[in-house]
């Protein structure tokens, strides 16, 4: 089946530091989704991008989507303990089922 | 007043037993999704019903069916269960999946366990 490609794939980074992440594919997307798991749960929507080039907050996260419409980037900013988790990309395909394509995932852990 | 929820939370079952899972949505969406996700996390549609009508369905053996009651559920029957098919199962659900401007909302998931 069809994955995006999101790296990096893991990342251990300290309290404070800033983090960056992205999703790259062949093909093109309509709607960009980010998303945060934490063990034992399910995906928490954090940002939704629905135009090509478009820069999006929500507190210490900043996402965009990409000029190309073939990647988006999360960045996470002053990195905290409880940043920890999995992070997802999903990019929406932009006729037939509209169905979403789910990242790799990638883990970030925080040394305090 | 939960979003998405799922039911049961854990399922430890054996080989060829046949078992579900339920999914209700309180949001007054049309569109839910059944996704599976593997013990390297990797996150796949099984599923999805618009207007209990079925929109998606990827190559997914037969064993599981899908059934949508009203557009507010949407459960998953597994028949013969087989070790493969353990894995955390996510229902999900959004507005419309042909409108624009669409997020998904995901359900806590269920912890199957084949033995």
């Known amino acids: 089946g069809q994955q995006l490609n999101q790296s990096p794939q893991s990342m251990f980074i300290q309290e404070g530091e800033d983090v960056s992440m992205n999703c790259t594919s062949s093909s093109i997307f309509n709607t960009w989704l980010w998303y945060k798991q934490d063990p034992g749960e399910g995906p928490v929507l954090l940002i939704a991008?629905?135009?090509?080039?478009e820069l999006t907050s929500n507190g210490r996260l900043t996402a965009q989507f990409g000029i190309t419409r073939k990647d988006s980037f999360l960045n996470i900013s002053a990195s905290i303990p409880s940043d920890v988790g999995i992070y997802f990309c999903?990019?929406?395909?932009?006729?037939?089922?509209?169905?979403?394509?789910f990242g790799t995932g990638t883990r970030l852990k925080v040394l305090a | 007043d939960t979003a998405v929820s799922q039911t049961p939370k854990y399922l430890v079952t054996q080989m060829g037993n046949d078992k579900s899972i339920k999914c209700e949505q309180n949001?007054?969406?049309?569109?839910m999704y059944w996704y599976k996700q593997d013990s390297k996390k990797f996150l796949k549609i099984m599923f999805s019903y618009n207007n209990k009508e079925l929109i998606i369905n990827e190559t997914v053996p037969n064993r599981f069916s899908p059934k949508s009651p009203d557009k507010a559920h949407l459960n998953l029957h597994i028949n013969s269960l087989e070790l493969g098919d353990s894995a955390v199962y996510f229902c999900a659900s959004s507005q419309d999946f042909q409108r624009s401007q669409e997020t998904q909302y995901f359900g806590p998931g269920t912890r199957l366990l084949v033995l």
């Open positions: 991008l629905y135009k090509a080039g």
């Open positions: 949001l007054g969406h049309d569109t």
């Open positions: 999903a990019g929406q395909l932009p006729s037939g089922t509209y169905k979403y394509i």
